[in-house]
DNA sequence: TATTTTACTTACCAAAAGGTAACAGGTATA
DNA sequence: TATACCTGTTACCTTTTGGTAAGTAAAATA
């Protein structure tokens, strides 16, 4: 990396980017994600945190985390029926990123949002 | 932060990434912002960097990237009009998110969408 | 005068994403 | 038998996003 050219490195970390995109594409699978992020969740669990989606959009985008290996999904043979959500290593691993997407959407909120200067210290 | 419930906190991340998605949403803004974290370019050579951009997409975004004041357009007035785009203070301050997006994006790949483990060393 | 360069804009269309509302299927409880 | 709980599904529609192709404007160059 520290030999290529630097029009090389952009090309390389817009592909790179682009695999990151695909992933984490559209309104609810980084609220799903971050949903996990603090335990195990069932169906309405998750819908509980993530007060307005819809449980189209929650089944259709759990689904899609599964296909892309980011969740696991477990099913519980019990008397009402239960299902249970858990991030894989691969969703672990997105740990950092997240992090800083959230700082970053602090500081933007502080920033350009409102001017508010509560709420600045750093999560976790 | 420290002293609130694990739903407040929840809660509250919830709402950060979306300040962040609404303004990092689509498929060419983060393009876009990689491309000028390599230097400020005019409009020709972020169309070069991004191969595939139309024209109107690439005008339609660095609007949008400038109304969230991320970027900044500095129009020159010489012979052929020259206009060049740079990332402002809140564009460069969203640099560690960026690449743990790239880490994350190269270790997706390496671990899905193909086992080489070549390319595998840091960015930068 | 005609062409080139740069930085866009416009009109039109297609596809993807998302929303709403109603329903389903299996089990358990009243 | 009827109702509620849980985890979804389905049909239908609207909105948003993105793509294509052509055009525009202003100045410089051939």
């Keep these: 990396m520290t030999k290529m050219k630097n029009d090389k490195v952009c090309q ?6 682009r695999d990151a995109l695909t992933v984490i594409q559209g309104k609810w699978r980084i609220p799903i994600i971050i949903s996990l992020t603090h335990g195990n969740k069932r169906f309405g669990d998750i ?9 189209k959009m929650l089944s259709q985008e ?3 985390l599964e296909e892309s290996k980011i969740i696991s999904r477990k099913l ?3 008397m009402p029926i239960m299902v249970e959500y858990s991030l894989t290593p ?5 740990q950092k990123l997240l992090d800083e997407l959230l700082k970053w959407g602090i ?3 502080n920033e350009i949002v409102g001017k508010k200067k509560t709420l600045k210290r750093q999560l976790n």
Tied chains: 1, 2.
């Design 12 to 17: 390389y970390k817009l592909m790179a980017s």
């Design 47 to 55: 819908q509980k945190d993530i007060e307005d989606i819809s449980p």
């Design 62 to 64: 759990l689904k899609a």
């Design 76 to 78: 519980y043979d019990s």
């Design 90 to 94: 691969l969703g672990i691993s997105m």
């Design 107 to 109: 500081h933007f909120r």
